[in-house]
């Protein structure tokens, strides 16, 4: 796939909905730093708390039902997963574990903190983190915390709601003006939040169209 180098954001759109409409497939798990895939290609980051919605939004993301693992036990992610999209290839989605998990043993969420920290600050491909906030409950104190270390990482990162479907609009509004307003608060943070539903896709589409954004700036 040919994808412009600086598209107008229809074009961008348009892009981006071709671009996942292509091949998209699972790649690799990375326990540790040894195992990642070689940084030859633009890596876009998904981030979030446990049960924030991230597998489903994936999914919905990439038009595919199965492509990344869907529980309802927290913290059963604990590995990197990598994603190649397009063909040829144009970038790399990455699940990364989920945080904030309450009942996780010291030493998962140790080797959590070590992996991601050393993944973000490191990684010269990591075009950009997608950090997920649940709208039915904006951000948490560990949200907070990955803000931090992706400022300390100097990645650039922006904030997407999930669940869109399970809030009223008024709610959603205040949620999504509230988290907008703290992440002007924060260097690294993109100042525009995405509103996404992985059950009704809304906002899929500007999603889809914000990863490739990223990947080819």
């Known amino acids: 796939m040919d994808v412009d180098e600086t598209p107008g954001r229809e074009d961008l759109t348009e892009a981006a909905r071709r671009l996942f409409a292509g091949p998209v497939a699972f790649l690799k798990s990375a326990p540790a730093l040894a195992h990642l895939p070689p940084p030859d290609v633009p890596e876009i980051a998904f981030a979030g708390r446990s049960n924030v919605g991230k597998s489903s939004l994936l999914n919905a993301l990439a038009g595919r039902n199965g492509l990344a693992r869907t529980s309802n036990t927290p913290g059963r992610t604990q590995e990197l997963n990598f994603f190649d999209v397009g063909d040829p290839l144009?970038?790399?989605?990455?699940?990364?574990?989920?945080?904030?998990?309450?009942?996780?043993?010291?030493?998962?969420?140790?080797?959590?903190?070590?992996?991601?920290?050393?993944?973000?600050?490191?990684?010269?491909?990591?075009?950009?983190?997608?950090?997920?906030?649940?709208?039915?409950?904006?951000?948490?104190?560990?949200?907070?915390?990955?803000?931090?270390?992706?400022?300390?990482?100097?990645?650039?990162?922006?904030?997407?709601?999930?669940?869109?479907?399970?809030?009223?609009?008024?709610?959603?509004?205040?949620?999504?003006?509230?988290?907008?307003?703290?992440?002007?608060?924060?260097?690294?943070?993109?100042?525009?939040?995405?509103?996404?539903?992985?059950?009704?896709?809304?906002?899929?589409?500007?999603?889809?169209?914000?990863?490739?954004?990223?990947?080819?700036?």
């Open 90 to 217: 144009v970038l790399r989605l990455v699940d990364m574990p989920g945080y904030g998990f309450a009942k996780a043993p010291r030493d998962m969420v140790r080797k959590w903190k070590f992996l991601v920290n050393d993944f973000l600050r490191g990684r010269a491909v990591l075009k950009r983190a997608l950090v997920l906030v649940d709208s039915r409950h904006g951000l948490k104190d560990v949200d907070r915390d990955l803000m931090k270390m992706l400022n300390e990482a100097a990645v650039s990162y922006r904030l997407v709601l999930t669940k869109t479907d399970k809030v009223k609009p008024t709610e959603l509004a205040a949620i999504r003006d509230a988290v907008a307003a703290e992440a002007r608060t924060h260097v690294a943070a993109h100042p525009e939040i995405l509103a996404t539903s992985g059950e009704t896709g809304e906002g899929i589409a500007e999603l889809r169209a914000a990863v490739l954004e990223a990947a080819i700036a």
